[in-house]
């Protein structure tokens, strides 16, 4: 089995934003998960970033910078620019009524807004990056929002690796949340095993995308399929 020492992600960046409902200083049961993931990056070299959104005057909007579109501040372009220079992002969150706070959708939605940027080989702005996805509640919905979560970073251009995504509920209900006393969310074997697998997934991921220059751009780059390359396409139907 390889060791540990063998692998350096030294030149690694990660970005985590919490998209807790809870503003800052206030205690955040998504964090606590948070913290493991972002521990063992950081042990094994990896620099870490970290935004509670909701500390930030983000405004709501589909383009790179709303202060173009008619509001008066804007904390996200800030915050994208620490995401593009980012190897990994994972977006973490509470569930509410089984599904994703209103605080991850509009995070979502800024991430669509800058899409359709390009990087430097003319392919989509996030490809070459992966990414992943931690859940906290007391109710079931961790799966459903995992979908959503990680459909919507790999339609933007993230690569996802398997097992990306990794969550803890107590028993449905208004029971315990994950950092409280008794809760047995920080001692859950199962989410702790998830939770490690996605962050080593993650890590093992991005080397890879980094050390190979990212996605090779034969065959995704748009500024060539609109001036009339066709990467080998035929339709089968107009033979």
């Known amino acids: ?25 206030q205690k955040s049961n998504t964090d606590g ?10 042990k094994h070299g990896v620099t870490v970033t970290k935004f509670r959104a909701i500390d930030h005057d983000i405004a709501s909007g589909v383009y790179p910078d709303m202060t173009k579109h008619g509001f008066a501040s804007d904390a996200w372009p800030d915050i994208e620019e620490v995401v593009l220079a980012s190897d990994i992002l994972v977006l973490a969150g509470p569930i509410w009524l089984g599904d994703n706070s209103s605080v991850m959708k509009r995070v979502i939605e800024r991430l669509y807004g800058s899409s359709s940027e ?13 990414g992943g996805c931690l859940l906290t509640g007391n ?7 995992a979908q959503n979560v990680l ?17 803890w509920i ?17 001692q859950n074997d199962f989410t702790n095993r998830n939770t490690t697998f996605m962050t080593w ?28 390359t066709r990467f080998d396409f035929e339709n089968p139907e107009y033979r």
């Not at 109710?139 to 929002?145: A, F, I, R, S, T």
């Not at 107590?170 to 920080?186: H, K, T």
């Not at 080397?207 to 609109?226: E, T």
Request: net charge negative; hydrophobic share 30%; charged share 15%.
């Open 170 to 186: 107590g028993e449905a209900g208004p029971g315990p949340s994950y950092l409280d006393e008794g809760s047995g969310g920080p």
């Open 201 to 228: 997934n993650l890590m093992h991921l991005a080397r890879l995308l980094k050390d190979a220059g990212g996605i090779p751009a034969y065959g995704n780059v748009r500024s060539a399929w609109d001036a009339g």
């Open 1 to 25: 089995m390889t060791r540990q020492s063998d692998w350096d992600f030294s030149n690694l960046r990660a970005t985590f934003i919490n998209c807790t409902l809870k503003p800052s200083p």
């Open 139 to 145: 109710e079931d919905g961790v799966k459903h929002c």
């Open 151 to 167: 459909y919507s970073l790999q339609h933007l251009g993230y690569t996802i690796p398997p097992q990306s995504d990794a969550g």
């Open 118 to 130: 390009l990087n430097a080989a003319g392919q989509y702005a996030y490809y070459g990056r992966v």
């Open 33 to 42: 998960l948070m913290r493991i993931s972002e521990s063992l990056m950081q």
